[in-house]
């Protein structure tokens, strides 16, 4: 796009791969993110210094922090992705549940938030166990808990509560029916300023571990084709209802057994795994973004947006499976990662990097397109094998597991699939 880039970056982070690979580097402070990455004065006086137009988040940190948007506003810089509104209605999850009831879009049996838990106590059982417990502010996981039994929802309320008070300074939690035999689906959507929006397929993120996704897919496998159209209307129903503007991912519970689905959440921000939709639309969802931010019509129409092949991605982390996934940061003595067609590798490692123990222990995403969903997982096992990491330990091992087991080549993939496939020991 011809457009300079210039990366922030902490202390830890400067002999990475993309500090290399960008314009210009601009150094933020030191390891601790809050001193650094998540430091919204100096990073607004760091773009400010060197005459930056826009600021883009990434995925994570501040990407879906309203104070950051709102910041840039203030000082004239574009932020490259929705507006603070949008991020901080959809960002709680008690907020964005009430809107998508106001859309018409399904969600599931549940409450308003909860304040003590003998109140989620009462709302457990007038829903039915189990339920899930979870903090209104939460991600990643984090503050979500399963209760399969009333004795026990006064500790884990307050565990979960505490938890989601610790990450994101905000301890309010509620209540929902937990869908057992869920599969969990989102669909990437667009909207721009002018009130278009559209999807580009769906995603299926199932393959989790602690509610951590390990593997995502586009499109999901083995769903009929009136729910899948349902869910990605019910995605743009609602992108287009908030005048959402961006790329954004409206992720959704699918109960299998009914074969019913529900709103769980919209993610202001692009994820992790938006390659999968890139492999196999062609559209480039980076630069989606920028030309959104900078006032441009979206360059498609829904019929213009063609769904060809099948893709997977597959997250590396820097993690011994065999201990409990005990995080293995340290120097990398061998980087050898293979290169192939429908192979994309994103990642800011290289041999002779060391991995830090500061951050998220992802280390790369690969990216595999195929013509059908069995040679899109023949070739993720091909680049899998070959991917050799010296120095640390991965989990590439535990994946390749994953990829060659029963319930996923069969495709039935759903948020419980590790339980049938063991972890190594």
């Known amino acids: 796009m011809v457009i300079e880039s210039i990366l922030a970056t902490s202390e830890a982070d400067q002999d990475s791969l993309p500090a290399r690979l960008a314009d210009r580097t601009v150094l933020l402070g030191p390891a601790n993110a809050a001193k650094s990455y998540l430091n919204i004065p100096v990073i607004i006086t760091a773009a400010k210094a060197v005459g930056a137009d826009a600021i883009h988040p990434g995925y994570g940190f501040l990407s879906e922090v309203p104070e950051l948007a709102e910041a840039c506003e203030e000082n004239g810089i574009i932020f490259i992705g929705p507006k603070a509104e949008h991020i901080s209605k959809m960002g709680n999850k008690l907020v964005a549940r009430s809107i998508a009831e106001q859309c018409g879009v399904p969600v599931l049996p549940g409450s308003e938030k909860v304040a003590t838990a003998e109140e ?22 984090r503050g979500m808990k399963v209760v399969y039994d009333l004795a026990d929802v006064k500790e884990v309320f307050n565990t979960a509560s505490a938890e989601a008070q610790a990450a994101f300074g905000d301890g309010t939690m509620y209540v929902e029916k937990y869908i057992a035999h869920a599969r969990h689906i989102e669909v ?58 961006s790329a954004g991912t409206v992720e959704f519970i699918v109960d299998q057994d009914e074969n019913k689905f529900y709103f769980l959440e919209m993610n202001t921000r692009i994820q992790v795994e938006h390659p999968v939709t890139e492999m196999i639309t062609g559209v480039d969802l980076i630069q989606e973004q920028i030309n959104i931010a900078n006032g441009a019509r979206l360059n498609f129409t829904q019929n213009e947006i063609l769904l060809q092949g099948h893709s997977i991605e597959c997250r590396i982390n820097a993690e011994s499976a065999e201990n409990d996934f005990r995080p293995s940061p340290g120097l990398i003595s061998e980087w050898n990662i293979p290169q192939g067609p429908g192979v994309r590798i994103d990642t800011h490692c290289y041999q002779g990097y060391n991995v830090p123990i500061f951050y998220d222990s992802l280390i790369a995403k690969v990216i595999i397109h195929g013509r059908d969903r069995e040679q899109a997982i023949n070739r993720m096992l091909a680049v899998l094998d070959e991917f050799r990491v010296g120095g640390i330990d991965t989990t590439i091992p535990f994946l390749k597991d994953i990829l060659t087991s029963d319930p996923f080549r069969s495709g039935n993939v759903h948020t419980r699939i590790l339980e049938k496939v063991p972890t190594p020991n």
């Open 120 to 141: 989620a106590k009462e709302i457990a059982e007038t829903i039915g166990l189990p339920v899930m417990l979870k903090a209104a502010s939460g991600g990643g996981g």
């Open 188 to 245: 990437q959507v667009l909207g721009d300023q002018y009130g278009n929006a559209i999807h580009l397929g769906e995603r299926d993120c199932s393959t989790q571990r602690r509610h951590q996704k390990l593997i995502e897919e586009a499109t999901a496998p083995n769903i009929p084709e009136q729910l899948r159209q349902g869910i990605q209307n019910a995605a743009v129903v609602l992108t287009e209802n908030i005048a959402y503007e």
